[in-house]
């Protein structure tokens, strides 16, 4: 079984990447927009009418985005998701305001 994941807000996201395992991490400050950007897709999918055979499935693309960061610790680079970190990064662009 894979390790329990710390879940927190988007707004927390580049505090919480600053420390690993209730330690500062070493190298100095990371910043996470500079880290490497990747996507993924997957699909929510639904059932129309799960009570009948062969009824038809829906499916909707889902986008999610991860940043692997590089730091100078024992542990390596990590990854971690942004979705809604990157979604509020373009809600702020669009309105006009300053960047994060």
């Not at 610790?73 to 998701?81: A, I, L």
């Amino acid at each position: 079984m894979t390790p329990p994941c710390r879940v927190f807000p988007a707004s927390q996201l580049e505090a919480a990447i600053q420390v690993s395992d209730g330690k500062v991490r070493k190298g100095g400050r990371i910043d996470l927009s500079a880290c490497e950007l990747f996507s993924m897709v997957q699909y929510e999918c639904q059932i129309d009418r799960p009570d009948i055979a062969n009824s038809p499935v829906r499916c909707w693309p889902v986008q999610r985005w991860f940043r692997r960061c590089r730091c100078r610790d024992n542990r390596g680079p990590f990854m971690v998701e942004t979705t809604l970190w990157e979604g509020n990064k373009v809600k702020v662009k669009k309105d006009g305001g300053g960047g994060t």
